[in-house]
Protein backbone atom coordinates (compact mmCIF):
# COMPACT_ATOMS: atom_id res chain seq x y z
CA UNK A 1 0.00 0.00 0.00
CA UNK A 2 2.93 2.32 0.97
CA UNK A 3 6.17 1.89 0.22
CA UNK A 4 8.94 4.52 1.56
CA UNK A 5 12.40 4.49 0.03
CA UNK A 6 15.54 6.04 1.83
CA UNK A 7 14.01 9.02 3.20
CA UNK A 8 15.44 12.24 3.95
CA UNK A 9 14.22 15.22 5.99
CA UNK A 10 16.40 18.29 7.00
CA UNK A 11 15.16 21.72 8.13
CA UNK A 12 17.58 24.01 7.10
CA UNK A 13 21.11 22.47 8.81
CA UNK A 14 19.17 20.31 10.91
CA UNK A 15 18.93 16.61 10.10
CA UNK A 16 15.81 15.39 11.42
CA UNK A 17 15.27 11.94 9.10
CA UNK A 18 17.93 9.97 7.66
CA UNK A 19 17.40 7.23 5.37
CA UNK A 20 13.90 5.58 6.29
CA UNK A 21 12.67 1.93 4.54
CA UNK A 22 9.15 1.36 5.61
CA UNK A 23 6.67 -1.26 3.94
CA UNK A 24 3.46 -0.49 4.65
CA UNK A 25 1.07 -3.37 3.71
CA UNK A 26 -2.86 -3.12 2.93
CA UNK A 27 -4.92 -4.04 5.95
CA UNK A 28 -1.64 -3.21 8.52
CA UNK A 29 -2.15 -1.73 11.73
CA UNK A 30 1.53 -0.30 11.86
CA UNK A 31 2.32 1.66 14.91
CA UNK A 32 5.89 3.96 14.81
CA UNK A 33 6.96 4.26 18.37
CA UNK A 34 9.64 7.20 19.20
CA UNK A 35 10.82 9.96 21.78
CA UNK A 36 9.22 13.34 21.67
CA UNK A 37 11.07 14.86 18.79
CA UNK A 38 12.49 12.07 17.12
CA UNK A 39 10.64 12.97 13.72
CA UNK A 40 7.52 11.04 14.15
CA UNK A 41 5.02 14.00 13.20
CA UNK A 42 7.39 15.06 10.27
CA UNK A 43 7.27 11.72 8.83
CA UNK A 44 3.66 11.05 8.88
CA UNK A 45 2.98 14.61 7.40
CA UNK A 46 5.38 13.84 4.30
CA UNK A 47 2.75 10.84 4.08
CA UNK A 48 0.00 12.83 4.57
CA UNK A 49 1.38 15.31 1.34
CA UNK A 50 1.68 17.89 4.05
CA UNK A 51 5.15 18.18 4.17
CA UNK A 52 8.18 18.32 1.37
CA UNK A 53 10.71 15.28 1.13
CA UNK A 54 14.22 16.65 1.35
CA UNK A 55 15.61 12.72 -0.12
CA UNK A 56 14.07 9.51 -1.10
CA UNK A 57 10.52 8.42 -2.05
CA UNK A 58 7.18 8.04 -0.96
CA UNK A 59 5.10 5.95 -2.92
CA UNK A 60 1.28 4.68 -2.54
CA UNK A 61 0.21 2.03 -4.64
CA UNK A 62 3.43 2.54 -6.69
CA UNK A 63 2.41 6.71 -7.38
CA UNK A 64 4.99 8.90 -5.44
CA UNK A 65 2.99 11.07 -2.99
CA UNK A 66 3.47 15.18 -4.16
CA UNK A 67 0.41 16.50 -2.49
CA UNK A 68 -2.11 15.55 0.17
CA UNK A 69 -5.14 13.37 -1.06
CA UNK A 70 -8.03 11.90 -0.09
CA UNK A 71 -6.21 8.35 -0.19
CA UNK A 72 -4.57 8.89 2.99
CA UNK A 73 -6.44 11.29 5.45
CA UNK A 74 -4.53 12.42 8.80
CA UNK A 75 -6.59 12.61 12.02
CA UNK A 76 -4.17 15.48 13.94
CA UNK A 77 -2.94 15.37 17.91
CA UNK A 78 -5.48 17.96 18.48
CA UNK A 79 -8.30 16.91 16.72
CA UNK A 80 -8.69 20.28 14.21
CA UNK A 81 -12.63 20.58 14.15
CA UNK A 82 -14.07 23.70 12.84
CA UNK A 83 -15.98 25.12 16.05
CA UNK A 84 -18.47 26.47 14.03
CA UNK A 85 -19.81 22.96 12.48
CA UNK A 86 -21.87 20.41 14.99
CA UNK A 87 -21.12 17.25 15.13
CA UNK A 88 -22.89 15.78 12.09
CA UNK A 89 -21.41 18.98 10.19
CA UNK A 90 -17.93 18.50 11.00
CA UNK A 91 -18.05 14.58 9.88
CA UNK A 92 -20.04 15.49 7.04
CA UNK A 93 -17.11 18.61 5.97
CA UNK A 94 -14.99 16.64 3.92
CA UNK A 95 -17.20 14.48 2.01
CA UNK A 96 -17.97 17.24 -0.24
CA UNK A 97 -14.75 17.24 -1.32
CA UNK A 98 -14.11 13.64 -2.00
CA UNK A 99 -14.22 12.47 -6.07
CA UNK A 100 -14.36 9.11 -7.58
CA UNK A 101 -11.29 7.36 -8.90
CA UNK A 102 -11.05 7.13 -12.24
CA UNK A 103 -12.56 3.30 -12.89
CA UNK A 104 -15.63 4.47 -10.47
CA UNK A 105 -15.92 7.39 -12.57
CA UNK A 106 -16.33 5.46 -15.87
CA UNK A 107 -18.42 3.32 -14.13
CA UNK A 108 -21.08 6.24 -12.79
CA UNK A 109 -23.17 8.80 -15.41
CA UNK A 110 -25.66 6.38 -16.80
CA UNK A 111 -28.10 9.68 -16.23
CA UNK A 112 -30.24 8.03 -13.77
CA UNK A 113 -27.76 7.75 -10.62
CA UNK A 114 -27.65 11.25 -9.05
CA UNK A 115 -24.53 10.83 -8.36
CA UNK A 116 -22.23 13.90 -10.42
CA UNK A 117 -20.16 12.01 -12.53
CA UNK A 118 -17.03 12.98 -10.59
CA UNK A 119 -18.51 12.36 -6.59
CA UNK A 120 -17.58 9.04 -4.96
CA UNK A 121 -20.76 9.38 -3.17
CA UNK A 122 -24.39 10.55 -4.13
CA UNK A 123 -26.32 12.84 -1.70
CA UNK A 124 -28.24 9.84 0.27
CA UNK A 125 -25.10 8.05 0.42
CA UNK A 126 -23.38 11.01 2.10
CA UNK A 127 -25.82 11.18 4.54
CA UNK A 128 -25.85 7.83 5.48
CA UNK A 129 -22.71 7.44 5.89
CA UNK A 130 -22.72 10.10 8.10
CA UNK A 131 -25.07 8.79 10.06
CA UNK A 132 -23.56 5.20 10.55
CA UNK A 133 -20.11 6.89 11.63
CA UNK A 134 -21.94 8.59 14.32
CA UNK A 135 -23.26 5.65 15.46
CA UNK A 136 -20.23 4.25 15.04
CA UNK A 137 -18.58 6.31 17.28
CA UNK A 138 -21.05 6.83 19.83
CA UNK A 139 -22.05 10.22 18.84
CA UNK A 140 -25.62 10.05 17.47
CA UNK A 141 -26.93 11.65 21.07
CA UNK A 142 -24.58 14.41 20.24
CA UNK A 143 -25.09 15.11 16.77
CA UNK A 144 -26.25 18.70 17.26
CA UNK A 145 -24.04 19.56 19.55
CA UNK A 146 -21.07 22.17 18.80
CA UNK A 147 -17.49 21.40 19.32
CA UNK A 148 -17.23 23.62 22.39
CA UNK A 149 -19.88 21.53 24.25
CA UNK A 150 -18.02 18.33 23.91
CA UNK A 151 -15.07 16.40 26.09
CA UNK A 152 -11.43 16.07 24.88
CA UNK A 153 -12.65 12.19 23.76
CA UNK A 154 -15.86 13.29 22.25
CA UNK A 155 -13.91 15.92 19.88
CA UNK A 156 -11.12 13.22 19.17
CA UNK A 157 -14.09 10.48 18.15
CA UNK A 158 -15.44 13.14 15.35
CA UNK A 159 -12.26 13.99 13.76
CA UNK A 160 -12.03 9.74 13.58
CA UNK A 161 -15.25 9.48 11.71
CA UNK A 162 -14.95 13.06 10.00
CA UNK A 163 -11.47 11.11 8.75
CA UNK A 164 -13.08 7.76 7.86
CA UNK A 165 -16.17 9.31 6.31
CA UNK A 166 -14.00 10.26 3.19
CA UNK A 167 -13.29 6.70 3.18
CA UNK A 168 -9.12 6.68 2.89
CA UNK A 169 -7.38 3.97 1.61
CA UNK A 170 -4.41 4.99 4.78
CA UNK A 171 -5.61 6.43 7.85
CA UNK A 172 -2.55 8.58 9.13
CA UNK A 173 -3.20 9.17 13.05
CA UNK A 174 -0.68 11.61 14.90
CA UNK A 175 -0.51 10.81 18.12
CA UNK A 176 -4.10 10.74 18.61
CA UNK A 177 -5.09 10.22 21.90
CA UNK A 178 -2.02 11.63 23.83
CA UNK A 179 -4.31 14.49 25.43
CA UNK A 180 -6.98 12.02 26.78
CA UNK A 181 -6.57 10.97 30.55
CA UNK A 182 -6.49 7.18 31.03
CA UNK A 183 -10.17 6.03 31.01
CA UNK A 184 -11.13 8.02 28.05
CA UNK A 185 -7.85 6.49 26.22
CA UNK A 186 -8.71 2.90 27.14
CA UNK A 187 -12.26 3.63 25.72
CA UNK A 188 -10.98 4.90 22.29
CA UNK A 189 -8.36 2.23 22.45
CA UNK A 190 -11.07 -0.25 22.14
CA UNK A 191 -13.37 1.52 19.41
CA UNK A 192 -10.44 2.06 17.33
CA UNK A 193 -9.47 -1.44 17.67
CA UNK A 194 -13.31 -2.32 16.49
CA UNK A 195 -13.45 0.76 13.96
CA UNK A 196 -10.26 -0.90 12.56
CA UNK A 197 -11.51 -4.73 12.69
CA UNK A 198 -14.85 -3.85 10.87
CA UNK A 199 -13.40 -1.75 8.00
CA UNK A 200 -9.78 -3.34 7.92
CA UNK A 201 -8.32 0.05 6.92
CA UNK A 202 -4.82 0.69 6.87
CA UNK A 203 -3.47 2.19 9.57
CA UNK A 204 -0.47 4.12 10.44
CA UNK A 205 -0.47 5.33 14.19
CA UNK A 206 2.29 7.59 15.75
CA UNK A 207 2.81 7.32 19.75
CA UNK A 208 5.51 8.25 22.03
CA UNK A 209 3.33 5.29 23.94
CA UNK A 210 4.98 1.70 24.09
CA UNK A 211 1.68 0.32 25.44
CA UNK A 212 -0.41 2.14 23.23
CA UNK A 213 1.89 0.66 20.33
CA UNK A 214 1.77 -2.94 21.31
CA UNK A 215 -2.13 -2.50 22.61
CA UNK A 216 -2.81 -1.80 19.20
CA UNK A 217 -0.79 -2.58 16.29
CA UNK A 218 0.08 -5.73 14.34
CA UNK A 219 4.08 -4.18 13.98
CA UNK A 220 5.81 -1.63 15.64
CA UNK A 221 8.46 0.62 13.78
CA UNK A 222 10.79 1.87 17.04
CA UNK A 223 12.41 5.44 15.63
CA UNK A 224 15.17 6.71 17.34
CA UNK A 225 16.21 10.17 17.48
CA UNK A 226 18.59 12.61 15.69
CA UNK A 227 18.57 12.03 13.17
CA UNK A 228 15.11 10.12 13.47
CA UNK A 229 15.50 6.55 11.93
CA UNK A 230 13.80 2.90 12.09
CA UNK A 231 16.06 1.14 15.08
CA UNK A 232 13.55 -2.04 15.55
CA UNK A 233 10.78 -3.77 13.38
CA UNK A 234 8.65 -6.02 15.79
CA UNK A 235 6.10 -8.32 14.71
CA UNK A 236 2.97 -8.40 17.39
CA UNK A 237 1.21 -11.42 16.69
CA UNK A 238 -1.98 -11.68 19.08
CA UNK A 239 -5.41 -11.61 18.23
CA UNK A 240 -7.68 -8.42 18.57
CA UNK A 241 -9.16 -7.05 20.45
CA UNK A 242 -6.22 -6.38 23.26
CA UNK A 243 -6.39 -5.63 27.21
CA UNK A 244 -3.38 -4.12 28.43
CA UNK A 245 -3.11 -6.16 30.71
CA UNK A 246 -3.04 -9.36 28.67
CA UNK A 247 0.68 -11.13 29.90
CA UNK A 248 1.33 -11.74 26.13
CA UNK A 249 1.73 -7.90 25.68
CA UNK A 250 3.60 -7.01 28.94
CA UNK A 251 6.05 -9.27 27.67
CA UNK A 252 6.39 -7.85 24.49
CA UNK A 253 6.86 -4.15 26.07
CA UNK A 254 9.80 -5.67 27.63
CA UNK A 255 11.46 -6.61 24.29
CA UNK A 256 10.66 -3.01 22.53
P1 LIG B 1 8.00 14.27 17.04
O1 LIG B 1 6.67 14.33 16.37
O2 LIG B 1 8.63 12.92 17.01
O3 LIG B 1 7.94 14.80 18.43
P2 LIG B 1 8.72 16.32 15.10
O4 LIG B 1 8.59 15.66 13.78
O5 LIG B 1 7.64 17.22 15.52
O6 LIG B 1 9.00 15.22 16.22
O7 LIG B 1 10.07 17.16 15.12
C1 LIG B 1 11.33 16.60 14.81
C2 LIG B 1 12.36 17.71 14.74
O8 LIG B 1 12.08 18.52 13.60
C3 LIG B 1 12.38 18.64 15.94
O9 LIG B 1 13.71 18.94 16.23
C4 LIG B 1 11.63 19.84 15.44
O10 LIG B 1 12.11 21.00 16.08
C5 LIG B 1 11.98 19.86 13.96
N1 LIG B 1 10.93 20.47 13.15
C6 LIG B 1 9.69 19.98 12.94
N2 LIG B 1 8.96 20.75 12.11
C7 LIG B 1 9.78 21.78 11.77
C8 LIG B 1 9.64 22.93 10.91
N3 LIG B 1 8.50 23.15 10.24
N4 LIG B 1 10.69 23.76 10.81
C9 LIG B 1 11.84 23.52 11.47
N5 LIG B 1 12.05 22.47 12.26
C10 LIG B 1 11.04 21.61 12.43
MG1 LIG C 1 4.78 14.86 17.09
Not at 44 to 64: F, N, P, Q, T, Y
Not at 185 to 203: A, F, G, P, S, Y
Amino acid sequence: MLEIQNLHKSFGQEKVLEGLNITVNKGEFLSILGPSGCGKSTLIHMIAGLESVSGGKILMKDREVKAPGTDRILVFQSGALFPWLNVKDNIAFGLSNVKADKKSQDRLGDGKSKKSKKDKFSDEEKEERVEELMKKVHLYRFRDKFPHQLSGGMKQRVSIARSLAMDPEVLLMDEPFSALDEQTKMVLHEELQRIWMDTKKTIVFVTHNIREAVKLSDRVLVMGSQPGKIIKDIPIPYAHPRKVTDPNLVEMEKVI
